[in-house]
């Protein structure tokens, strides 16, 4: 008997290349100037990547608004008990 082994492919995540195509387009017309960027692919690393050429300090402001955020997220899911979560 002879074991086979697949390879799993990461999907696409759909909402993360939508976000992505809006920034795109916000890019070319001029209105984004600033933009930091932090992701994580499907193999659990992570990334970052920033250009802040106009009002690099309100960049940061708003780095620290997303955290915020995040980690409200995550507490408020840490509050919840687990069987809240299944279907």
């Not at 008997?1 to 809006?22: C, G, S």
């Not at 995040?70 to 008990?81: A, G, S």
Request: hydrophobic letters at 40%.
């Amino acid at each position: 008997m002879t074991a086979e082994i697949y390879e799993i492919e990461p999907n696409p995540n759909q909402t993360a290349i939508k976000m992505l195509e809006d920034m795109l387009e916000q890019a070319k017309a001029g209105h984004i100037q600033a933009l930091a960027i932090a992701g994580c692919y499907a193999d659990g690393s992570c990334f970052n990547a920033f250009v802040a050429e106009w009002q690099p300090v309100h960049l940061i402001g708003e780095l620290r608004l997303l955290e915020r955020d995040i980690v409200d997220l995550y507490c408020d899911t840490r509050r919840k008990p687990a069987w809240e979560y299944c279907e």
